[in-house]
């Protein structure tokens, strides 16, 4: 018997659409068309692989509308992110379709021969995306993935199917063969897991929570399976005295809340030097109850609902009768997994309200003396994804970036991911990077072969 998921809009509790779960041996099914038509796949010529993924992209501009529409419905995206999400979609594919005609080897001098490196595809590529970003988190593994020749199966979280089930179709009608990538809306216990143990599946990309990462990455180690990890975070925005406070301020709220707080990058820990802590709580009491939460259609809306039902009770669980709450902004009664923008004062960084990934709208507010324990205090958590540094001296930032043990630091901004960069995290926050140019090597093996002369 085949089971059905109700799709629910977050924003109001309704079911906006039904999706049918894949089955384990419909997943056997899908790995094997996969991996028959990846000789084909490879084999195209660059220009047509890169002709092909330009199409795809084209295709999914033409429906950004529709695609940004979708997300806001499935995901309670905010209008104005889910249509950066949709074009960043769109950018990452031209990006990588520039790759197809240069995945460039190398000619290296050896005695007595020619030697030569080739960047191999690896086979079939499965990618298991989380609810909160499901259209960019999909396509950065996708999208490199088929530039470099591989075929891919892609597993979207259970409760945010629509949009790879529509960007399946755009490929598709792009030209892009139905067995070249396929989308299984699924569990993650029952698809996502064939992807980890099925012999035929060379490569898992995964984002999610570091906990399940972790299994999925010792479920690949029986078949040494190749794994590219993005996980969790708690990532610090650190604020010194010298910085322009209003500025740091005004943007604090838009560096944790944005999508709710469910983002791996939200600056979850706002980490401020003592001498100006108070004058930035004032600042930062009026920008926080300014954030506009409700209806996320509305183009006015800067934050929409948590996901789910249990997501927002485990999100309320951190704060019982006599949590240090601050101050909070404003959330809509009724339906609709509503959450206010929130301020914690916790006591220190191992306070379970500074340590945990709440993945909510929860920020916690800490000082610090002075520029050393500002980086002790960054430092002393496992996840290591994001930071900012907000300061006025050029030498504290780059000694700041250099010592905070994290994979994307910003400078008097929040901004994280720029699909031209290297993106991921140190420590338990991930393995690998993508976007930018390092993804390729995430998507090929390199093989060396040596000419006698
Ligand atoms: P998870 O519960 O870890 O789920 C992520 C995906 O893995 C879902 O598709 C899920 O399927 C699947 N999955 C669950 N158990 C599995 C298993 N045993 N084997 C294979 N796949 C399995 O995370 P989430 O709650 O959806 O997402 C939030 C987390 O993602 C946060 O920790 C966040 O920080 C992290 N995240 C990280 C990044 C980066 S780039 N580092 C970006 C976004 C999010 P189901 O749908 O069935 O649960």
């Known amino acids: ?15 906006v659409d039904s999706v049918r779960l894949v089955t384990a041996e419909e997943t056997d099914t899908a790995i094997a068309r996969a991996a028959k038509a990846f000789p084909a796949w490879r ?5 047509d692989r890169a002709r092909l993924l330009r199409r795809f992209a084209e295709a999914v501009d033409a429906d950004l509308e529709n695609l940004a529409r979708l997300e806001v419905l499935n995901a309670g995206h905010t209008i104005g992110n889910a249509r950066w999400e949709a074009g960043n979609v769109r950018d990452v594919l031209h990006y990588y379709a520039a790759a197809p005609e240069r995945l460039f080897g190398r000619q290296i001098p050896v005695p007595g021969g020619v030697d030569l490196t080739f960047a191999e595809p690896l086979g079939v590529v499965g990618v298991i995306v989380p609810w909160n970003f499901p259209m960019p ?19 979207p979280a259970e409760l945010t199917p629509l949009t790879a089930l529509r960007l399946a179709e755009l490929a598709h009608q792009a030209g892009i063969p139905q067995d070249v990538f396929q989308v299984l809306p699924g569990k993650g216990s029952v698809v996502g897991q064939r992807f980890v143990t099925h012999p035929l599946v060379r490569k898992v990309v995964f984002t999610g929570s570091t906990e399940v990462g972790k299994q999925i990455m010792a479920g690949c180690a029986d078949q040494v399976k190749r794994v590219t990890l993005e996980l969790g975070g708690k990532n610090a925005n650190i604020v010194f005295a010298d910085a322009d406070l209003e500025k740091a301020a005004a943007a604090a709220p838009y560096g944790v809340f944005d999508n709710a707080g469910q983002d791996c990058c939200a600056r979850s820990r706002i980490l401020v030097q003592k001498s100006v802590y108070d004058r930035f709580m004032e600042l930062l009491e009026p920008a926080v109850r300014g954030v506009v939460v409700g209806d ?55 306070d379970p309200l500074a340590a945990d990934e709440i993945f909510g709208p929860i920020v916690a507010v800490l000082p610090f003396a002075d520029e050393a324990e500002a980086v002790t205090m960054a430092n002393d958590t496992d996840y290591g994804l994001s930071a900012s540094i907000w300061t006025r001296d050029v030498g504290r930032a780059l000694r700041v970036s250099r010592a905070v043990e994290a994979g994307n630091l910003s400078v008097n901004s929040h901004s994280s991911v720029r699909y031209w960069t290297p993106f991921g995290g140190f420590k338990q926050s991930g393995l690998g990077r993508e976007l930018g140019p390092d993804a390729l090597a995430a998507f090929t093996e390199t093989k060396n072969v040596f000419i006698d002369t």
């Open 1 to 15: 018997m085949t089971a059905k998921f109700d799709v629910i809009n977050p924003a109001t509790e309704q079911v």
């Open 43 to 47: 084999a195209v010529a660059p220009g």
């Open 137 to 155: 988190i999909a396509s950065w593994g996708f999208a490199p993935a088929l530039a470099a020749g591989n075929t891919v199966v892609l597993k």
């Open 296 to 350: 996320p259609g509305d183009e006015k809306t800067e934050m929409g609902p948590l996901i789910s039902h249990g997501h927002r009770a485990k999100v309320r669980s951190y704060l019982p009768e006599g949590a240090p709450i601050a101050f909070q902004g404003t959330a809509p009664d009724g339906p609709g997994y509503w959450f206010p923008p929130t301020v914690v004062t916790p006591s220190g960084v191992r």
